[in-house]
């Protein structure tokens, strides 16, 4: 039970253009969302985060966009650069209860930025 | 603050025999949780504290793992009668409240052979 996917297992891209990164999710209790980059052997690194009652997160280069009817988050990422070369993941998290900050992740894309 | 400190980094075992990790949180955060990852996959949920109470485990938790806060502080996390199927990145992550600060450590990469 797969609760949250991510369906591309790689994205490439020329540095200084646009990188788009999906993420769906299908459990409606998800009201935080998070995305980390991961370096192989280092534990994933927070980027942005963004709360249901939002649409949009803008933090520098990386902007998170969620539609919440379609279950669906993307991260952005303008201008790309060689460095933003990693392991993408996707997570979300349910408020309440025992579960409040347990993180559901997506299976990662990878991303490979171009010189 | 010195991040989420995890020892050892690297550990290789042979099938059937007991392994312990550590985790050490950032010293304010009241939240620790313990998640696996194997390859091309991302980390799954294992436990999670808050302070020493452990409030939740997964399914993914058998009988054979048992973790442990004592005193609020540190983790250990311990797989007794280890089988080639544990082998997998063991990562720790603390947090003061939900979205704010949730950082991982580096991890502690489990072979058993």
């Known amino acids: 039970d797969q609760q949250v996917k991510q369906n591309s297992p790689s994205l490439s891209v020329q540095e200084g253009r646009i990188s788009i990164l999906n993420c769906d999710y299908t459990?409606?209790?998800?009201?935080?969302f998070l995305w980390y980059k991961k370096y192989p052997a280092e534990g994933p690194t927070f980027l942005i985060s963004?709360?249901?009652?939002?649409d949009k997160n803008e933090d520098g280069r990386f902007t998170v966009f969620l539609n919440k009817s379609a279950k669906h988050l993307s991260l952005h990422i303008v201008p790309s650069q060689p460095g933003d070369s990693a392991v993408y993941f996707c997570a979300a998290s349910s408020a309440g209860g025992t579960s409040y900050g347990k993180l559901t992740f997506g299976q990662g894309t990878i991303l490979t930025v171009h010189p | 603050d010195t991040g989420v400190s995890q020892n050892p980094r690297h550990k290789i075992t042979k099938r059937g025999q007991n392994v312990t990790f550590r985790c050490d949180p950032i010293?304010?955060?009241?939240?620790l949780y313990w998640y696996r990852q194997t390859l091309g996959q991302g980390p799954e949920f294992l436990t999670y504290f808050q302070n020493e109470a452990q409030l939740e485990k997964s399914r993914l938790l058998s009988d054979r793992f048992s973790a442990e806060r004592p005193k609020g502080s540190f983790s250990t996390l311990e797989i007794q009668r280890t089988e080639q199927g544990d082998s997998a990145m063991y990562l720790c992550?603390?947090?003061?409240?939900?979205?704010?600060?949730?950082?991982f450590g580096s991890g502690t990469r489990l072979t058993v052979v």
């Open positions: 963004i709360s249901s009652i939002k």
């Open positions: 459990n409606s209790m998800f009201d935080y």
């Open positions: 010293s304010e955060h009241n939240r």
């Open positions: 992550a603390s947090s003061y409240r939900q979205g704010t600060g949730y950082t």
